[in-house]
């Protein structure tokens, strides 16, 4: 089926945080992406019929390789990808547990500091999702 240009592409995606093993500071996930060498949320386009929620997560699972405990949902982005409209609905989500393995489609993950995160992201409208994390997370703001 054909979907017409105008229509939004519908997609979800975390703000995948853990606290550090070493530290006990926040850390963040990001994938990279070989098809588009970004470094980005985890995030996908939602299945018909799917929950925004039960999308993020799955696609966290399926990118990341970790189970998520989902928080707030933070602000949803809305952009053009490939010329057409998209909107993806983020949460916080807290990494429980994880077991990463690369794919075609995510071949690294990182885990950073908010401020590190928040450089290397390769999209500036990503970027302000990293404040609004630890806001809701009452954690300090990142540096930098």
């Known amino acids: 089926m054909n979907t017409p240009k105008d229509t939004t592409v519908q997609a979800a995606g975390c703000v995948l945080w853990r606290r550090s093993p070493a530290t006990g500071e926040p850390e963040l996930c990001l994938v990279h992406r070989p098809k588009y060498d970004d470094w980005s949320w985890p995030k996908g386009k939602l299945k018909r019929g799917e929950d925004a929620l039960a999308g993020a997560l799955r696609e966290v699972a399926e990118e990341t390789g970790c189970r998520a405990v989902p928080g707030p949902e ?18 916080a989500a807290e990494a429980v547990s994880c077991a990463f393995s690369p794919t075609d ?7 950073l500091a908010p401020a590190a995160a928040r450089d ?10 990293v404040e609004e994390l630890l806001a809701v997370l009452h954690l300090p703001r990142a540096g930098g």
């Open 74 to 91: 933070l602000s949803a982005l809305r952009y053009l990808a490939g010329g057409r409209p998209k909107q993806v609905r983020y949460w």
């Open 105 to 111: 489609e995510v071949d690294r993950v990182l885990w």
């Open 120 to 129: 290397r992201l390769t999209q500036p409208h990503d970027r302000p999702l």
